[in-house]
């Protein structure tokens, strides 16, 4: 079966920095994309970034670019979101989705979802 498994979110003062991690199994996971969205209370998901299978990585909000990276260790069945200089505006449930056919903006094109890890940035 098919699974991916979100950690590394918490609670953070504004200015500080977390770490995503997540991790696959039961698919091939270096041949996938990993798309990493998230959904604060009351708002649609939106697309944060994805890190294709050659590793090339794109941003889809501007205020993310800069403080974010994304990044994954094939070895270890793991992709990783570096988050800094982390804003309340941040704060959300974060996912990370897997997609053998590339990137996009689009969580609808993912095939696997992890559970999502909550993030929360105080001000």
């Known amino acids: 079966e098919a699974q991916l498994v979100e950690s590394g979110g918490g609670l953070v003062q504004s200015g500080g920095s977390l770490r995503l991690s997540c991790t696959g199994s039961?698919?091939?996971?270096?041949?996938?994309?990993i798309g990493w969205f998230r959904q604060a209370p009351g708002k649609e998901r939106e697309g944060v970034g994805c890190?294709?299978?050659?590793?090339?990585?794109?941003y889809y909000i501007d205020s993310v670019k800069g403080r974010f990276t994304a990044s994954r260790d094939s070895a270890k069945n793991t992709a990783y979101l570096q988050m800094n200089r982390l804003k309340p505006e941040d704060t959300a449930v974060y996912y990370c989705?897997?997609?053998?056919?590339?990137?996009?903006?689009?969580?609808?094109?993912?095939?696997?979802w992890g559970q999502g890890t909550q993030v929360t940035v105080s001000s």
């Open positions: 989705a897997a997609d053998w056919v590339g990137c996009g903006k689009n969580g609808e094109e993912y095939d696997y």
């Open positions: 890190i294709s299978r050659s590793d090339s990585v794109i």
């Open positions: 039961g698919f091939r996971f270096d041949n996938n994309a």
